[in-house]
């Protein structure tokens, strides 16, 4: 799959110096994090999985979670979250779309191919909420 470095190399070069690294880690981080306990902790997943998440020490060749099939996913979260620190509301809305999309369909995909857990309610959709911020995960 994508690692932490290709994710930021693609979005620093389309998007130049919008973002700082820390800032990208950070986000890629928070992402894998939301997927590994939404998604992989409620599906059948090998005993002791764990995810500790990226610091400045992760190195950069680390793959991230999300299947390689989804993989743009993290980019449009990247730019999505860019576009929300800098206030670029129209951008934002549809980076954010655009990353919804992608994640519903990541998780269904991995929902296909997994077994849920018998007591786990898997949640379908968690991602970025629209102008309203109703679904404002991670935000706020």
Same mark, same amino acid.
């Given at each position: 799959?994508?690692?932490?470095?290709?994710?930021?190399?693609?979005?620093?070069?389309?998007?130049?110096?919008?973002?700082?690294?820390?800032?990208?880690?950070?986000?890629?981080?928070?992402?894998?994090?939301?997927?590994?306990?939404?998604? /992989?902790? +409620?599906?059948?997943?090998? %005993?002791?999985?764990?995810?500790? =998440?990226? &610091?400045?020490?992760? *190195?950069?060749? $680390?793959?991230?979670?999300?299947?390689?099939?989804?993989?743009?996913?993290?980019?449009?979260?990247?730019?999505?979250?860019?576009?929300?620190?800098?206030?670029? /509301?129209? +951008?934002?809305?549809?980076? %954010?779309?655009?990353?919804?999309? =992608?994640? &519903?369909?990541?998780? *269904?995909?991995? $929902?296909?191919?997994?077994?849920?857990?018998?007591?786990?309610?898997?949640?379908?959709?968690?991602?970025?909420?629209?102008?309203?911020?109703?679904?404002?995960?991670?935000?706020?």
């Amino acid at each position: 799959g994508m690692t932490i470095g290709q994710a930021m190399e693609t979005a620093q070069r389309e998007r130049p110096g919008e973002a700082t690294e820390a800032d990208m880690l950070r986000w890629l981080s928070q992402l894998d994090a939301q997927w590994f306990q939404d998604v /992989v902790m +409620r599906h059948e997943h090998e %005993a002791g999985a764990s995810f500790a =998440g990226y &610091t400045a020490e992760t *190195a950069r060749d $680390t793959a991230l979670l999300i299947p390689v099939r989804w993989e743009e996913i993290y980019i449009h979260y990247l730019f999505a979250m860019t576009d929300q620190k800098l206030g670029e /509301v129209e +951008r934002y809305q549809n980076d %954010a779309a655009l990353f919804n999309q =992608g994640l &519903t369909e990541a998780q *269904a995909a991995y $929902t296909r191919d997994h077994m849920p857990l018998e007591n786990a309610h898997v949640k379908h959709v968690f991602g970025m909420g629209g102008a309203a911020r109703d679904a404002a995960w991670p935000f706020g």
